[in-house]
């Protein structure tokens, strides 16, 4: 049995998994990411504790932990490079949750993991060779070639997200122009609803959100068009 955690911006996920890979148990806290690296380790540490308490288990059942953490890992020293909507530069993650649980541990970036699982155990199980991409604040991609993450120069090999789909197109936060994360990712839908609604004053959007545009989420849009038809 081993422990997956999925750090993320908004919340740690935690799952317990079987040697099948099934989640069998899992629980999520808030990340809070604005703290210290050392108080957001330390509530992964206390949420696997519980997660593996609650299934049932202890923690000497665990034989391994696996991180999935947004940002640029170093693989081989289990640090996390960089790490934009967590404040995190050069945190070393793999010693810091070891001086909590003594147990092998493996960090690599959050899309990667998923890619990796999908490849596993999920919707490309069957093949060799698959891109997985995922959607969320920005736009995630792991790429897996011949059953092995291809991580590329510098970790950044599949960074998919920041492929310039339109020239000299929307700002992003890489410093580039018109990378395909302005475009299709929630952070893009709820600046083009927001632009969308106060073109059109008339939209149903704005009864959605009770005249407060800032309200806009993700879902939003979606509801819009549910109500439209
Ligand atoms: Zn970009």
Redesign the pocket.
């Known amino acids: 049995m081993d422990i997956g955690i999925d750090l993320g911006g908004t919340n740690i996920a935690i799952g317990l998994v079987d040697d099948q890979g099934h989640i069998i148990y899992k629980d999520s806290v808030p990340t809070n990411a604005s703290r210290h690296y050392s108080e957001i380790i330390r509530d992964m540490f206390y949420l696997s504790e519980k997660v593996v308490q609650d299934a049932g288990y202890q923690l000497k059942d665990i034989n391994t932990v696996g991180v999935g953490s947004p940002g640029i890992p170093d693989k081989e020293k289990g640090m996390i490079l960089y790490a934009n909507n967590l404040n995190f530069y050069n945190v070393p993650l793999k010693e810091e949750i070891q001086k909590m649980m003594n147990l092998p541990i493996f960090i690599d970036n959050d899309a990667n993991c998923a890619a990796y699982a999908e490849a596993m155990v999920g919707a490309a199980k069957d093949v060799a060779s698959s891109v997985t991409i995922t959607l969320g604040t920005g736009i995630g991609s792991g790429v897996i070639i011949d059953n092995q993450i291809y991580s590329g120069f510098k970790g950044a090999g599949g960074e998919l997200?920041?492929i310039?789909i339109q020239i000299g197109g929307e700002q992003?936060?890489?410093?580039?122009k018109g990378?395909?994360?302005?475009y299709g990712s929630a952070t893009a839908l709820i600046l083009q609803t927001k632009k969308a609604a106060k073109e059109n004053p008339q939209s149903v959007i704005h009864e959605l959100v009770n005249g407060n545009l800032d309200k806009i989420n993700g879902k939003t849009a979606f509801d819009a068009n549910w109500r439209w038809n």
Do not use: D, Q
């Open positions: 997200g920041h310039v992003c936060t890489c410093g580039r990378c395909w994360e302005r």
